[in-house]
Protein backbone atom coordinates (compact mmCIF):
# COMPACT_ATOMS: atom_id res chain seq x y z
CA UNK A 1 0.00 0.00 0.00
CA UNK A 2 1.38 3.55 -1.38
CA UNK A 3 1.71 6.42 1.45
CA UNK A 4 2.61 9.74 1.13
CA UNK A 5 3.02 11.51 4.75
CA UNK A 6 3.33 15.04 4.74
CA UNK A 7 4.50 16.54 7.95
CA UNK A 8 6.05 19.90 9.31
CA UNK A 9 3.34 22.52 8.40
CA UNK A 10 2.23 24.93 10.96
CA UNK A 11 1.08 28.47 11.62
CA UNK A 12 3.86 31.24 10.80
CA UNK A 13 4.13 35.34 10.71
CA UNK A 14 4.74 37.09 7.53
CA UNK A 15 8.67 36.54 6.33
CA UNK A 16 9.09 33.56 7.87
CA UNK A 17 9.91 30.04 7.31
CA UNK A 18 8.72 26.57 7.23
CA UNK A 19 10.01 23.37 5.84
CA UNK A 20 7.77 20.29 4.81
CA UNK A 21 8.75 16.76 4.43
CA UNK A 22 7.03 13.99 3.29
CA UNK A 23 7.80 10.21 3.45
CA UNK A 24 7.11 7.79 1.08
CA UNK A 25 6.14 4.44 1.76
CA UNK A 26 4.99 0.91 0.00
CA UNK A 27 5.93 2.11 -3.92
CA UNK A 28 7.27 -1.07 -5.65
CA UNK A 29 9.53 1.51 -8.02
CA UNK A 30 11.27 4.70 -7.63
CA UNK A 31 9.18 7.41 -8.62
CA UNK A 32 10.91 9.46 -11.52
CA UNK A 33 8.62 12.37 -10.50
CA UNK A 34 7.71 13.90 -7.18
CA UNK A 35 5.78 16.97 -6.63
CA UNK A 36 4.31 19.88 -4.13
CA UNK A 37 0.68 20.87 -4.70
CA UNK A 38 -1.17 23.14 -2.40
CA UNK A 39 -5.01 24.34 -2.22
CA UNK A 40 -6.38 27.61 -0.64
CA UNK A 41 -9.85 27.48 0.88
CA UNK A 42 -12.17 28.20 -2.06
CA UNK A 43 -9.18 27.61 -4.88
CA UNK A 44 -8.25 24.72 -7.08
CA UNK A 45 -4.95 22.64 -6.35
CA UNK A 46 -2.34 24.34 -8.23
CA UNK A 47 1.05 22.88 -8.71
CA UNK A 48 4.11 24.14 -6.59
CA UNK A 49 7.03 22.08 -7.11
CA UNK A 50 8.59 19.34 -8.72
CA UNK A 51 11.50 17.23 -8.62
CA UNK A 52 12.77 14.99 -11.34
CA UNK A 53 14.98 11.73 -10.89
CA UNK A 54 17.53 13.82 -12.65
CA UNK A 55 17.13 16.79 -10.18
CA UNK A 56 15.93 18.71 -12.48
CA UNK A 57 13.28 21.17 -10.39
CA UNK A 58 10.50 23.12 -11.51
CA UNK A 59 8.50 26.15 -9.60
CA UNK A 60 5.27 27.89 -9.80
CA UNK A 61 6.20 31.91 -11.14
CA UNK A 62 4.38 32.57 -7.47
CA UNK A 63 6.87 30.35 -5.79
CA UNK A 64 10.30 30.98 -7.70
CA UNK A 65 13.14 32.11 -5.60
CA UNK A 66 11.36 31.71 -2.39
CA UNK A 67 10.94 27.92 -2.11
CA UNK A 68 13.04 25.00 -2.75
CA UNK A 69 12.54 21.32 -3.39
CA UNK A 70 14.08 18.42 -2.65
CA UNK A 71 14.89 15.01 -2.57
CA UNK A 72 16.43 12.39 -0.44
CA UNK A 73 16.49 8.97 -2.17
CA UNK A 74 17.86 7.08 0.23
CA UNK A 75 15.05 8.03 2.78
CA UNK A 76 12.60 8.19 0.30
CA UNK A 77 11.70 11.65 1.10
CA UNK A 78 10.59 14.53 -0.69
CA UNK A 79 11.06 18.23 1.08
CA UNK A 80 10.19 21.90 0.57
CA UNK A 81 11.79 24.77 2.05
CA UNK A 82 9.65 27.82 2.04
CA UNK A 83 11.07 31.20 2.80
CA UNK A 84 10.06 34.84 2.98
CA UNK A 85 6.69 33.27 3.70
CA UNK A 86 3.48 35.10 2.54
CA UNK A 87 -0.57 35.28 3.49
CA UNK A 88 -1.07 34.22 0.13
CA UNK A 89 1.10 31.25 0.57
CA UNK A 90 -1.36 30.13 3.01
CA UNK A 91 -2.88 26.45 2.54
CA UNK A 92 -3.34 22.84 2.89
CA UNK A 93 0.06 21.40 1.18
CA UNK A 94 0.30 17.79 -0.13
CA UNK A 95 3.13 16.19 -1.80
CA UNK A 96 2.13 13.40 -5.01
CA UNK A 97 4.21 11.19 -7.58
CA UNK A 98 2.80 9.30 -10.59
CA UNK A 99 2.16 5.64 -11.15
CA UNK A 100 5.26 3.77 -12.44
CA UNK A 101 3.88 4.23 -16.54
CA UNK A 102 1.71 7.30 -16.42
CA UNK A 103 0.69 9.93 -19.20
CA UNK A 104 2.90 13.33 -18.59
CA UNK A 105 0.94 16.67 -18.45
CA UNK A 106 3.55 18.34 -16.96
CA UNK A 107 5.58 18.12 -13.70
CA UNK A 108 2.72 20.64 -12.33
CA UNK A 109 -0.33 19.10 -13.22
CA UNK A 110 -2.19 17.34 -11.24
CA UNK A 111 -3.25 15.21 -13.98
CA UNK A 112 0.21 13.47 -14.05
CA UNK A 113 -0.24 12.29 -10.32
CA UNK A 114 -1.71 9.45 -8.87
CA UNK A 115 -0.92 9.29 -5.27
CA UNK A 116 -1.27 11.98 -2.42
CA UNK A 117 -0.55 12.55 1.03
CA UNK A 118 -3.12 13.65 3.49
CA UNK A 119 -1.38 17.15 3.07
CA UNK A 120 -0.27 19.39 5.85
CA UNK A 121 -1.46 23.08 6.82
CA UNK A 122 0.55 26.10 6.63
CA UNK A 123 -0.92 29.35 7.74
CA UNK A 124 0.87 32.52 7.53
CA UNK A 125 -0.35 35.57 9.40
CA UNK A 126 0.24 39.38 8.85
Known amino acids: QVQLVESGGGSVQTGGSLRLSCAAS????????MGWFRQAPGKEREGVAS???????TYADSVKGRFTISQDNAKNSLYLQMNSLQPEDTAMYYC????????????????????WGQGTQVTVSL
Open 26 to 33: GLSYRSNL
Open 51 to 57: INSDGVT
Open 96 to 115: ATPLKYYTYYGSLSERSYHY
